[in-house]
């Protein structure tokens, strides 16, 4: 694990000070949470539901997305066009 030093906004260090004390979590672990879900909705690259595998013989050739995929693929659509 690295280390790293980060300032932040006061208001940000109560918001997850009294949730980690209502969670019964150091801060840092929350921090770490946040920054995995960042990571992961933001920065990682996901296939578009148009490049779904054709399937061949009624299998799938590749990995098919979970249901949650999809939802979050359409509904991040709908909240980019909607702004």
């Known amino acids: 694990?690295?280390?790293?030093?980060?300032?932040?906004?006061?208001?940000?260090?109560e918001a997850f000070r009294r949730s980690a004390r209502a969670q019964n979590r150091p801060i840092a672990q929350?921090?770490?949470?946040?920054?995995?879900?960042?990571?992961?909705?933001?920065?990682?690259?996901?296939?578009?539901?148009?490049d779904l595998p054709i399937l061949e013989g009624h299998r799938p050739i590749s990995r098919l997305p979970s249901r949650a995929e999809i939802y979050e693929e359409i509904f991040s659509e709908q909240k980019l066009s909607s702004q």
């Open 30 to 50: 929350l921090i770490r949470e946040a920054l995995a879900n960042y990571r992961a909705e933001k920065l990682e690259v996901k296939t578009p539901l148009v």
């Open 1 to 13: 694990m690295k280390t790293i030093s980060v300032a932040v906004s006061e208001s940000d260090y």
